[in-house]
């Protein structure tokens, strides 16, 4: 795959590389980096995939 852009507020902030659905968690994983301003808080995140915002969860390596 490419790259797919993670938006904050609107606003281009980083992308995601990699992503898969996991059947552990029951829902979708991905790696990617985030302009390191936006790690703190509680940033409104998304990705747009198919013309549809999905919203983004920042959490700790493993996936939890």
Do not use: M, W
């Not at 985030?34 to 990705?47: C, H, K, R, S």
């Amino acid at each position: 795959g490419h790259p797919v852009p993670l938006y904050a507020d609107g606003r281009e902030a980083g992308f995601v590389s990699e992503f898969t659905f996991s059947k552990r968690l029951g829902k979708t994983i991905g790696v990617g980096l985030l302009a390191a301003e936006l790690t703190t808080g509680n940033p409104a995140l998304y990705v747009e995939l198919e013309n549809i915002a999905h919203a983004v969860q920042i959490c700790d390596i493993p996936f939890t």
